[in-house]
């Protein structure tokens, strides 16, 4: 089945920093890949996703890329605040199944 | 208004308890999952109810037992669990009911927090 790998399992940087999270994923069928952040003690929630027929997508300091070819996508985050400090999820969805397969999770530290 | 709403937001319950967990959406999504988050690990998969059938099992235990009333709730029904089934229980929904609807995106409740003793 679909498997995510996600690297750095942590992440720490200054606050004004960018910081980047990469995931690749096994099955070339995916083609939808959401980003969740996850804050201590509360649900995720989704802050961007892109699907396989674009290669990048931004949203105000937060952008996506997409290599198809190389099956990876990844996470950005420009000029970083402590309160971007949380656990980040990267996931992908099987082709023809409501699934997301989620990666192992990325704990990001913005230090003031 | 994204919003899911879980109840109850804790739950302690002995391993020879019935408990229900239940899961409300009013955005007219057409299909509802169970997550399984344990601490510092991704959520996982149990079930998936597309237009208020049974569409995706994760081979989960019987002890869990799914339940979609109406296209608008869902119940966890929990019964003879383990220690190891503490979690966080994490309802979702999507707009999409069919079984080819992958892409749409999948709107995660606040959680009820399960402790078996």
């Known amino acids: 089945g679909e498997n995510v790998e996600q690297h750095p399992s942590t992440l720490s940087v200054q606050e004004g920093d960018s910081a980047v999270i990469k995931c690749t994923y096994s099955?070339?069928?995916?083609?939808?890949f959401p980003w969740y952040k996850q804050e201590l003690g509360k649900r995720p929630q989704l802050i961007i996703d892109?699907?396989?027929?674009?290669g990048e997508k931004k949203d105000q300091r937060i952008a996506v890329t997409l290599n198809k070819t190389a099956k990876h996508f990844s996470l950005h985050i420009t000029e970083t605040q402590p309160e971007d400090s949380a656990v980040y999820f990267c996931?992908?969805?099987?082709?023809?199944?409501?699934?997301?397969?989620f990666g192992t999770g990325t704990r990001l530290l913005v230090s003031p | 208004d994204t919003e899911v709403t879980q109840t109850p937001k804790h739950l302690v319950m002995g391993m020879t308890n019935k408990k229900s967990l239940k899961c409300e959406q009013h955005?007219?999504?057409?299909?509802m999952y169970w997550y399984k988050q344990k601490a510092k690990k991704p959520p996982e998969l149990m079930f998936v109810?597309?237009?208020?059938?049974?569409?995706i099992n994760e081979s989960v235990p019987s002890r869990f037992s799914p339940e979609c009333p109406n296209s608008s709730l869902l119940n966890l029904h929990l019964h003879a669990l383990q220690p190891e089934d503490s979690a966080l229980y994490l309802c979702?929904?999507?707009?999409?009911?069919?079984?080819?609807?992958?892409?749409?995106?999948?709107?995660f409740g606040e959680g009820s927090w399960l402790t078996v003793v």
């Open positions: 979702a929904s999507s707009l999409g009911g069919g079984r080819r609807s992958s892409g749409n995106t999948i709107y």
């Open positions: 099955d070339s069928a995916s083609n939808y």
């Open positions: 892109i699907r396989s027929n674009v």
């Open positions: 996931a992908a969805s099987f082709t023809g199944f409501q699934k997301l397969v």
């Open positions: 955005m007219g999504h057409r299909a």
């Open positions: 109810y597309s237009y208020e059938k049974l569409s």
